[in-house]
């Protein structure tokens, strides 16, 4: 089945740095997501980009389909986006496979 | 009460017991979806409903039973579990199966 690939899998910011997440997957796919899950559980929707950019505030997403990647940046981090960035590939039907994760910190 | 709401956010049980869980979504969607996330592991699909049929059974023990009576229900009963179903159980809704998933708090289960 398809894989997906997060990198890096851990992450430690000063507040005020940039930083790029990295979803890489290995076959075709109909959409794509990215989530923000916050040190409750909650799986916050951040992007829905199945190719092409979105920009939401200081959060920007980039995928490029044929070359099977996706980018999430983040702009002057605040300690608030602190939690685990999970990018969702879907698939064919309503199969969904979730990216190990890319667990972030930022420090005041 | 809006978007995805789950009940219990908190389930502690035994092997013997059987519990269910709850998820109604205030969306309008036409698919649910749950999820299971265990610690150290991404999150991976047990079943998805589409207009209240299931689509999706990702090879989960029969000890998890799926019941989505309507389109904005869907219940996971559960049964003689074991302690490493100790997880955080998500559900979801779309609009069709290409649409944006949004998700449920979670209800945290415990196994002892």
């Known amino acids: 089945g398809i894989q997906v690939e997060q990198s890096p899998p851990d992450l430690i910011l000063q507040e005020g740095a940039n930083s790029t997440l990295r979803c890489n997957f290995s076959d075709s796919v109909n959409n794509l997501q990215w989530f923000h899950q916050n040190p409750w559980g909650q799986l916050i929707n951040l992007f829905y980009?199945?190719?092409g950019t979105k920009q939401n505030g200081r959060l920007s997403a980039t995928t490029v389909a044929t070359e099977r990647y996706s980018l999430l940046y983040i702009s002057s981090s605040q300690t608030t986006d602190s939690g685990v960035y999970f990018c969702?590939?879907?698939?064919?039907?309503?199969?969904?496979?979730f990216g190990a994760g890319t667990r972030l910190f930022v420090k005041a | 009460e809006t978007g995805v709401t789950q009940t219990p956010r908190h389930l502690v049980m035994g092997m013997t017991n059987k519990k269910s869980l709850k998820c109604e979504q205030h969306l309008g969607h036409n698919a649910m979806y749950w999820y299971k996330q265990s610690a150290k592991k991404p999150l991976e699909l047990m079943f998805v409903?589409?207009?209240?049929?299931?689509?999706e059974n990702n090879s989960v023990p029969s000890r998890f039973s799926p019941e989505c009576p309507n389109s904005s229900h869907l219940f996971l009963h559960l049964h003689t579990l074991q302690p490493e179903d100790s997880a955080l159980y998500l559900c979801?809704?779309?609009?069709?199966?290409?649409?944006?998933?949004?998700f449920g708090p979670g209800t945290r289960l415990t196994v002892l």
């Open positions: 979801a809704s779309s609009q069709d199966q290409r649409g944006e998933q949004f």
């Open positions: 969702a590939v879907h698939t064919g039907g309503f199969k969904t496979i």
């Open positions: 980009i199945p190719s």
């Open positions: 409903y589409s207009l209240e049929e299931r689509v």
